[in-house]
């Protein structure tokens, strides 16, 4: 599997238009300060410096190297620590300069190159240029050993993306095709060369030996980034303490340097409910809730609560999902659950009202299929193909699969004569999977149909889907603007696409069994494969509403419902930013201050 700037999760891109475009920041070439202005909207106001601010890690980081651990924890500290070539605009959600100053785009859309920011600084000093680009590209993002690179989307139709440098301060990507998604794909971390060739392809080791960079017990001092905060302590189990860095590029509109805080600390804390409870104490000056939580947050505010509580309709976040292992170790669950008429019998036995009333609080809606409903750009109705909550209709499509007979304890049996039973893997240590997985089981039962809850850490689901060893597992993958950025997620044979393992290719970028997809995953695999080349938004668009209509009717995995982004803050802390709910791979704290 690879990813994006999210640990779990994967940049963003832009369209490639057909003209030659260029976008270019005001301002000197060589001066490299970039102005964080234009968000009065937000609330954001001109702050004062120090301060620490204080928030919630659920689990110790397995590494401090963003590309050599597919770590979601690990990926909230990095995004504090590294920066990218493009990043979100946060009121508008538009793609901006970062490290790249401004960019062209040729004519046939096959050529980006990049004028970097000139005077940006390494949190050591050092002076970051073209070549810490080219590395970073050549040597972590396009290597294929990089446990998170993302080597897939650096081999367009077989053939490499090469990365040249032009001169120090330009670089310039050649793709083999056009990618209309490519841009927005650049929020890619860029890492220093200078601390991590030794351990590189360029430095004459090993494609594998770049994921022992930065252990857990690193000096902290050899973590280096050009991003608002520099690596101070770790303490696994306990904390994680990032300090100011100096030489950050970005400034306020008054030109004071940001970030304001001096200190960003991470506590570790595994129970949500733990989380809410050092929130309450003062412990915590952040917190990243969920509707199960809402109503005693914010009964606690009204009382006269030292904080805020935000609630903000998500474009982001991940919606969970129930998905069935289509290669599953038993043959006879995997023949059951490759069967769209089993996927579709059980869809109508998820009680989503009943989950989205008394697991969300009714702060939920009915989710898309792979794209969020605040999506205008890309969403397809398809609300309607979700059906609704009917076990008589269930059993009925159960029945008419054959599996019409039960055993003495009222289960169904499979034509081998075991019986209908199977694991659902959830997250223990979250707020909403297990009340999810209690519903799920107790309305299962009621078809015949016997679940036994399979209890795991959250930060373990990934791996645990990824490696196949699961029958019905829960979980969720974050949205994006963009459908060609959860490619490798919903297109047959994707690095991400577990629940059907078989399709994916032996190398990651090499192409998918196809031979092996169902007629309905060619045809999402086909329009994936066209939506990548295709510069017509309209196109694009239609290819992807005919992808959602195919989701909604075979439904590879049966989405449960798109939660809102919950949020509160301490009062003592301003310019708290969460619009359409946490971006994956950034979160703005450089603009927070302690008033």
Do not use: C
Request: aromatic share 10%; no cysteine.
């Amino acid at each position: 599997m690879k990813r994006h700037p999210s640990p779990t999760a994967r940049p963003s891109r832009s369209r490639v238009a057909l003209a030659l475009v260029t976008v270019a920041l005001a301002g000197s070439a060589a001066a490299a300060p970039k102005k964080m202005t234009g968000y009065s909207a937000l609330g954001v106001v001109d702050g004062k410096s120090g301060g620490t601010y204080t928030l919630a890690l659920g689990d110790s980081p397995q590494s401090l190297f963003y590309y050599g651990a597919i770590d979601n924890n690990l990926g909230l500290i990095s995004q504090q620590l590294f920066d990218g070539l493009v990043e979100f605009n946060l009121s508008t959600y538009k793609i901006e300069p970062a490290l790249a100053e401004s960019w062209t785009i040729s004519p046939d859309g096959k050529v980006y190159t990049f004028k970097l920011r000139q005077g940006v600084k390494w949190s050591d000093g050092q002076t970051f240029n073209a070549d810490d680009v080219i590395f970073t590209y050549k040597n972590l993002i396009a290597n294929p050993e990089a446990r998170a690179g993302d080597a897939g989307n650096f081999k367009l139709g077989g053939q490499d993306v090469t990365f040249t440098k032009v001169d120090d301060y330009t670089v310039r990507f050649t793709l083999p095709r056009p990618a209309p998604a490519f841009l927005l794909q650049q929020r890619y971390f860029i890492m220093p060369q200078h601390k991590l060739v030794k351990l590189s392809i360029d430095g004459g080791a090993k494609p594998a030996d770049i994921n022992t960079a930065w252990p857990t017990n690193v000096a902290p001092g050899e973590v280096v980034g050009t991003g608002p905060f520099k690596l101070e302590s770790y303490t696994s189990g306990q904390k994680v303490t990032l300090a100011r860095n100096a030489n950050y590029w970005k400034v306020d509109g008054k030109g004071a340097k940001l970030p304001y805080l001096n200190k960003l600390e991470f506590l570790i804390i595994r129970d949500p409910q733990a989380q809410v409870a050092q929130f309450l104490a003062g412990n915590l000056d952040q917190l990243n809730s969920s509707g199960a939580q809402f109503p005693d947050l914010k009964q606690k505010e009204v009382a006269g609560g030292a904080f805020k509580v935000n609630r903000f309709t998500a474009l982001f976040g991940s919606p969970p999902f129930v998905a069935y292992n289509f290669d599953a170790k038993d043959a006879a669950l995997a023949k059951v659950f490759s069967d769209v008429r089993f996927r579709r019998a059980m869809q109508s036995a998820v009680n989503r009202p009943r989950i989205i009333d008394t697991v969300y609080n009714g702060l939920a809606s009915l989710p898309g299929h792979g794209v969020a409903p605040a999506n205008t750009a890309f969403y397809a109705n398809t609300t309607r193909q979700l059906g609704s909550f009917d076990l008589a209709a269930a059993g009925a499509a159960l029945d008419a699969m054959g599996l019409n007979k039960k055993n003495g304890a009222g289960v169904r049996v499979l034509p081998n004569g075991k019986p209908l039973e199977f694991d659902l893997t959830y997250g223990t240590d979250s707020a909403v999977y297990p009340p999810i997985a209690t519903i799920l089981q107790s309305d299962f039962a009621k078809l015949g149909v016997k679940v036994n809850l399979r209890g795991i850490l959250s930060s373990k689901l990934l791996s645990t889907g990824l490696a196949g060893d699961y029958d019905m597992i829960l979980h969720a993958f974050g949205d994006q603007p963009d459908p060609e950025l959860r490619r490798p997620i919903w297109e047959p044979g994707g690095s991400l696409y577990y629940w059907h393992r078989s399709l994916q290719p032996a190398k990651d970028g090499e192409t998918p069994n196809v031979a092996k997809m169902a007629p309905w995953e060619k045809e999402i695999y086909t329009i994936f494969e066209k939506a990548a080349v295709t510069p017509s938004a309209s196109e694009r668009k239609a290819l992807y509403t005919r992808w959602q209509l195919l989701f909604a009717q075979n439904l590879p995995v049966t989405p449960i419902a798109k939660p809102e982004n919950i949020g509160a803050v301490s009062n003592t802390f301003g310019n708290y930013v969460y619009n359409l709910g946490v971006i994956p791979g950034y979160n703005p704290v450089p603009l927070i201050y302690q008033k």
